[in-house]
């Protein structure tokens, strides 16, 4: 683990479109998932991981806007990890490994069975192009630009996102057999 390891910045606030459209009710970081929110599960793991960390909540007209707002409120941070809040499987031995990966690398794509995954990890010298970021199209030309290590994860809460009620129907079967009508609307 590095001395001063990465901060895993949890993006939370998108809109959520997909969730509202397939039949959700408010936000998806706030639907109940076997007994907690979708973001509650996602914070536990970071906090388990014992990596810094910061939740960027703020409205933010893209995903380029609100990773670039996320970097600026930690510029000292020792590189970033990328993670969505959607992601309530994840596992806090995942962000480690991504953490330690950012030693070496620039940029880190986890993957999981050959998808890519999440958190995505950016070193310091990715800041200031992150810092540049805006609209939707995320981070995507920052990965481009340096020779990223793909890294396979054994972790499916890496790919296994939170986007419409039959995704959170999934993820409470995939929590507990029985339990998928815990999962609210």
């Given amino acids: 683990m590095l001395a001063r390891p990465p901060t895993v910045l949890i993006l939370a606030s998108g809109r959520g479109e997909r969730f509202t459209a397939s039949g959700g009710q408010g936000s ?3 639907a109940m998932l076997i ?3 979708v973001l509650r ?6 906090r388990a991981s014992g990596l810094p960390h910061h939740l960027e909540i703020a409205p933010h ?3 380029g806007d609100s990773i670039a707002a996320a970097v600026l409120a930690t510029q000292d941070a020792n590189g970033w990890l990328v993670l969505p809040g959607d992601l309530p499987l994840i596992q806090p031995h995942t962000l480690r490994t991504v953490a330690d990966a950012l030693q070496r690398h620039a940029v880190v794509l986890p993957s999981f069975e050959g998808r890519r995954g999440h958190p995505v990890g950016f070193s310091v010298a990715c800041r200031d192009a ?3 970021l805006q609209g939707n199209q995320g981070a995507a030309h920052v990965v481009a630009a340096h020779s990223a290590l793909k890294l396979p994860v054994g972790d499916a809460g890496a790919v296994t ?3 419409t009620l039959e995704d959170l129907a999934r993820v409470a079967q995939l929590l507990g057999p029985g339990r998928g009508n815990l999962v609210s609307r």
């Fill in 35 to 37: 007994g907690k929110t």
């Fill in 41 to 46: 599960h996602t914070l536990d793991a970071v």
């Fill in 28 to 30: 998806k970081l706030q």
């Fill in 130 to 132: 992150l810092l540049a």
């Fill in 161 to 163: 996102d939170i986007d």
């Fill in 61 to 63: 007209p893209g995903m």
